[in-house]
């Protein structure tokens, strides 16, 4: 008996459009498998609390790594807030590949970063995305395997709040992912972020460390540091959780006229308490986390904790 359907088979159709829609996902992962493959260390930046500047954390990350002579890409998933583009002051839209089965050329920043966000694709970057988790997944998903990364020491992904479609499909995407957690000191974010921890203990997610932003507020006339929100609780989280703890940054004002200009400051040489902080938070993730451009190709994501999960 004949393995195939025959033409006067009435599922013959349908038949059909399952075989190629297994060869398109088939297709889709040996393309993400081999943009991975190029990417030696890949960071996502996440929150269980909004509003505590994960994203100012992920896109100055991003700069001080490339200011450093690493090659850098920087994702923002956050797909209904994408602030990323905004953030970097980038202009320009997509543009289609030179070739049918080409690679879709990211936004240059610099000579050492690339960028990636949704909302650069489109022609009105004001219009709300207005999507279910599977749209969101594939979005995702075309962001790793369908745009030309190239060989990088880091890719920095830039995740909303929460536990949600998004930091999800990036756990079940990307073999070795890693976390970097982002809390402010005041409670309501710490018993937020404790959800992100415990998130990333469920997918078997490495955290790299714990951020404490928002750690006092440096007064514009005497420098001097002033505790607005308190400090000290993302220090004591990441002790209760037994993790590496990357430093605390201080609320500087010179940080929101920067970012609402394009400017992101502090990865900056700026002689301030919040850039130095900074810095000192990108040196322990360089020291966890050395660069260096991988050699071969990683496994494809599947067959972890984290797919019984979606």
């Not at 896109?59 to 002579?69: C, D, E, Q, T």
């Given at each position: 008996m004949s393995g195939s359907c025959s033409s006067s088979c009435p599922s013959s159709s349908t038949c059909s459009s399952k075989e190629e829609q297994q060869a398109q996902a088939a297709q889709q992962e040996n393309a993400i498998s081999r943009s991975l493959g190029k990417i030696k260390h890949k960071i996502l930046v996440m929150s269980g609390k909004g509003g505590v500047g994960k994203s100012t954390v992920s896109?100055?990350?991003?700069?001080?790594?490339?200011?450093?002579?690493h090659k850098v890409g920087l994702m923002d998933v956050d797909i209904h807030g994408p602030d990323v583009v905004r953030m970097l002051n980038l202009k320009g839209a997509l543009q289609p590949p030179a070739t049918p089965d080409g690679l879709i050329a990211p936004l240059q920043y610099n000579d050492n970063l690339k960028v990636v966000s949704l909302e650069y694709m489109m022609k009105d970057r004001d219009e709300a995305i207005i999507w279910r988790g599977p749209l969101k997944?594939?979005?995702?998903?075309?962001?790793?395997g369908d745009m030309d990364w190239g060989k990088l020491d880091y890719l920095i992904i830039d995740a909303p709040p929460g536990t949600g479609d998004e930091p999800l499909t990036v756990a079940q995407t990307i073999p070795l992912v890693k976390a970097v957690v982002v809390t402010t000191p005041q409670q309501v974010a710490l018993a937020d972020v404790r959800k992100s921890i415990n998130f990333c203990k469920a997918v078997k997610m490495e955290i790299v460390g714990v951020v404490e932003n928002m750690s006092g507020l440096i007064c514009p006339h005497c420098q001097e540091v002033v505790e607005v929100f308190k400090s000290g609780g993302g220090e004591q989280m990441a002790?209760?959780?037994?993790?590496?703890?990357?430093?605390?940054?201080?609320?500087?004002?010179?940080?929101?006229?920067?970012?609402?200009?394009?400017?992101?400051?502090?990865?900056?040489?700026?002689?301030?308490?919040?850039?130095?902080?900074?810095?000192?938070?990108?040196?322990?993730?360089?020291?966890?986390?050395?660069?260096?451009?991988?050699?071969?190709?990683?496994?494809?994501?599947?067959?972890?904790?984290?797919?019984?999960l979606g």
């Open positions: 896109v100055n990350l991003a700069l001080a790594l490339a200011k450093n002579g997944r594939e979005a995702i998903r075309q962001f790793i002790r209760d959780f037994d993790l590496p703890f990357l430093g605390r940054i201080p609320m500087d004002p010179q940080v929101v006229m920067a970012g609402d200009d394009g400017r992101p400051y502090l990865s900056t040489a700026a002689d301030s308490p919040a850039a130095q902080a900074f810095a000192s938070v990108v040196k322990a993730i360089e020291l966890r986390l050395p660069p260096g451009i991988p050699s071969g190709p990683l496994p494809m994501a599947g067959g972890c904790a984290s797919c019984s």
